[in-house]
Each structure stands twice: as structure tokens, then as C-alpha cells.
């Protein structure tokens, strides 16, 4: 019982563009204002992350729950998922904006003599929103400082039914939690002369604003096959330590990420 709500609790997601093996030609230089005057520039990547997840969650006065699920374990319980990321900029100012949407739902028999039917049906959505500000640029490589909120929405459906007569149990329980922290950090792409190109990023925020903590890292390498399409591959890391009236999701979320990337 404590494995299915444990699955049926966190589902992950997020990632963006990049991690390669080309060295840099030149050493990035900071930008000319006029360089861009007038530019924008439109990217959108969909992309698929496999994160395993470790950790712990606690609803009301129910007893916490470990979490050490392998994204396998995941997929065995996944209905639906939806990830994308997009860009805009213009001059030296972008805005980003990335959606993680999954689905998940369990069901299981339990007491006794396998008289009680459990279903658990578990719905996470993670969207950050940034600002940025391009401090660095020289051809293809970038730096950019970014600020703004991620919010987390994380909804529980449960139900347990079956027994009989005295002993007949109907009990739902529906959840639903949502905050925004506030959220800072750095995005960064390398690429020289060829169409390989580094891509890493880092995002912290929190702060006791609402989750104790909220982290956000990346790192890939990708292949520009042309001014419009890119395929990149990586691997990220988030982490979240949420503790507020008696719900607790504290988890970090690893693993890999394959996405393609267009650019208009």
C-alpha cells in the first residue's frame, strides 16, 4: 500500500535544451547592445525526461511515507505526460516559460483476504517562469542571468472500497496543494565552430517563501543540424522540500533527458 502511494504521489519532469565535445574557439565577450537591436528570436523544444525519484511525502496525519521509485516504476503507472519549453527574446531580454504535466494513477487489493479495492490517481504540474538578461555573447555562446517563480500543483484522488456488512468501507479523499516559489539562476550555451554545442543551466529558489528549498539543475550536449532544428541529450536533477499545514514533499527527481529543439 505504502509503494502505491508512493508512486501514485510524485511524478516528475522538466528540462531544456543541451552537453557536447567541441572546444570553445573564443572566449565569450560581453555584448554590444546595438548587435541586437530589432532581433527576435523564438525557441521550442518538446522533450521526454526518465527521472527516477528518492525521497519522502506526508498527507495530514497519516505517517510519512518513503519514496524510491526507478523511472520504470513510474512509466508501469503513467497515463499521460506533457513537456515543453519555450523561449523569447529580443535584444538583450528574454522570457522562459516551462510546463511539466503528468498523470499517474494505481490501483491494488488490500486487508486481509484482498477484500478492499485501492485506487490512487495522482496529477503534477511544474511550471517556471523566468525572466532574462543576456550578460555574455560572442557568436553561439551565451550567458544569461534568469529570475522569476516556479509553480508546483500536486492533486490526490483516493479511494478505498469493498468488504461487507459491518465491515463494508467507501472512503475518498481528495487533495490538492499548490504553491509558487520564487526562483533565480543561470543558463549557459558553448559552441564554437561546429554544430556540437554545451548546454547547462542551474536554478535555485524557495527560500521559505513557500518550499524550504526548490533546485533546478542541467547539463547536455547537443547537434545543430541547421539554423532551425536541434537534437540535444543530457541529464538533470530537481530537488523540492515543501513542509506546510500538515503536507510534506520533500523529493529529489534524477535522470535523463532527450529532446529536440526548434528555432524560429
Do not use: H
Not at 517556471?128 to 509553480?151: C, P, Q
Not at 509558487?180 to 565552430?193: E, T
Not at 554545451?198 to 536554478?203: E, P
Request: proline share 4%.
Amino acid at each position: 500500500m505504502r509503494k502505491i502511494l508512493s508512486i501514485a504521489l510524485v511524478a516528475g519532469a522538466i528540462a531544456t535544451p543541451s552537453l557536447a565535445a567541441d572546444a570553445i574557439t573564443a572566449a565569450p565577450t560581453p555584448i554590444v547592445a546595438e548587435e541586437f537591436e530589432s532581433r527576435w528570436e523564438t525557441t521550442l523544444a518538446v522533450y521526454l525526461w526518465a527521472p527516477g525519484i528518492s525521497g519522502s511525502t506526508r498527507i495530514g496525519r497519516l505517517p510519512t511515507v518513503d519514496i524510491d521509485a526507478s523511472f520504470s516504476d513510474l512509466w508501469d503507472n503513467l497515463d499521460f505526460a506533457f513537456m515543453a519549453v519555450g523561449e523569447v527574446r529580443k535584444d538583450q531580454w528574454g522570457f522562459f516559460v516551462d510546463v511539466v504535466y503528468t498523470k499517474l494513477s494505481s490501483s491494488a487489493t488490500a486487508g486481509p483476504r484482498g477484500g478492499l479495492e485501492v485506487e490512487i490517481e495522482n496529477q503534477l504540474t511544474i511550471a517556471t517562469f523566468m525572466g532574462e538578461y543576456r550578460v555574455l555573447e560572442d557568436n553561439n555562446t551565451s550567458v544569461d542571468l534568469m529570475a522569476g517563480a516556479r509553480v508546483w500543483d500536486v492533486r490526490l484522488d483516493a479511494s478505498v472500497t469493498g468488504g461487507g456488512g459491518p465491515f463494508s468501507v467507501d472512503f475518498q479523499q481528495d487533495l490538492s496543494e499548490t504553491w509558487v516559489d520564487p526562483m533565480i539562476g543561470v543558463k549557459a550555451r558553448f559552441q564554437g565552430s561546429s554544430p556540437w554545442f554545451i548546454s547547462t543551466w542551474g536554478l535555485i529558489g524557495g527560500f521559505g517563501a513557500a518550499a524550504d528549498i526548490d533546485w533546478d539543475v542541467f547539463g547536455g550536449v547537443g547537434y545543430q543540424f541547421n539554423d532551425t532544428f536541434s537534437l540535444l541529450a543530457g541529464y538533470r536533477a530537481v530537488g523540492v522540500d515543501y513542509d506546510r499545514d500538515g503536507f510534506l514533499f520533500d523529493i529529489v527527481e534524477q535522470g535523463p533527458v532527450l529532446g529536440g529543439v526548434f528555432r524560429f
